[in-house]
């Protein structure tokens, strides 16, 4: 099956400084990548849409100077964020939506294991 | 807004099956049928869709209505390992499409 990945899994750090989180699709092109963000006990939330070459496309509310993405590969994108303050820790899911459609006739698409990040 | 209404909470035996419940009473005529499911403090896992027939793989099985405004999942013999969040999403399955992921069921297998 199709695999995504995320590195690092988990991360602390201090307030004000910036992190980068990277999301790979091993086995597949993707040509679109999203970025959730997950509070505990609720669900995912959209942050971003990413696709590879272009700008993302943020989701309202989403700072997007905060935030930064960058998809410059078909298997890669990064997320930063960027001036990290306690609020923005969370549990940060990446998803990797293949490049054509499947037996499905669909695009299908898969997520990352997320990343736990904590600001201290 | 994610568009379908599930029951925020089932309960099922070991080994029993569950059964899944799904409202997307207002789905359009192209939109998908999507199941995930989350495992506590992992990434959404993808377990099944479909559009209008009754889809099975060696997961689960979701039957549909012919009227398409509700879905079931079926876990035939759920395990403890499949104590999860599950989330039944609507889209269209097109290049540009997105899941919105609604609360979900929480799914509590016990033994």
């Known amino acids: 099956g199709a695999v995504v990945s995320q590195h690092p899994s988990w991360v602390i750090c201090k307030s004000g400084t910036s992190v980068k989180i990277e999301c790979r699709s091993l086995?597949?092109?993707?040509?679109?990548m999203f970025w959730y963000r997950q509070f505990p006990k609720q669900s995912l939330m959209l942050m971003a849409t990413?696709?590879?070459?272009?700008?993302?496309?943020?989701e309202q509310g989403v700072e997007k100077d905060k935030f930064l993405i960058n998809h410059a590969s078909l298997t890669l994108s990064t997320l930063t964020v960027t001036s990290a303050h306690p609020e923005d820790s969370s549990f940060y899911i990446c998803?990797?939506?293949?490049?054509?459609?499947?037996?499905?006739?669909?695009?299908?698409?898969?997520f990352g294991p997320g990343t736990r990040l904590t600001v201290t | 807004d994610a568009k379908t209404t599930q029951p925020p909470s089932m309960d099922c035996a070991e080994g029993r099956a569950a059964n899944l419940p799904c409202n997307h009473s207002?789905?359009?005529?192209?939109?998908?049928v999507y199941w995930y499911r989350q495992i506590h403090s992992q990434g959404p896992q993808y377990i099944i869709h479909g559009l209008k027939n009754n889809e099975t793989n060696e997961m689960a099985s979701l039957i549909i209505t012919e009227d398409r405004k509700s879905s079931t999942l079926i876990l035939p013999h759920a395990t403890l390992r499949d104590t999860a969040v599950y989330y039944c999403i609507r889209g269209s399955g097109g290049s540009n499409y997105k899941l919105t992921f609604g609360k979900g069921t929480l799914l509590t297998v016990n033994p």
């Open positions: 086995d597949f092109q993707a040509t679109t």
């Open positions: 998803s990797a939506r293949a490049s054509g459609t499947g037996k499905s006739g669909v695009y299908e698409q898969y």
């Open positions: 207002t789905i359009s005529g192209n939109e998908y």
């Open positions: 990413s696709n590879e070459g272009s700008k993302a496309t943020y």
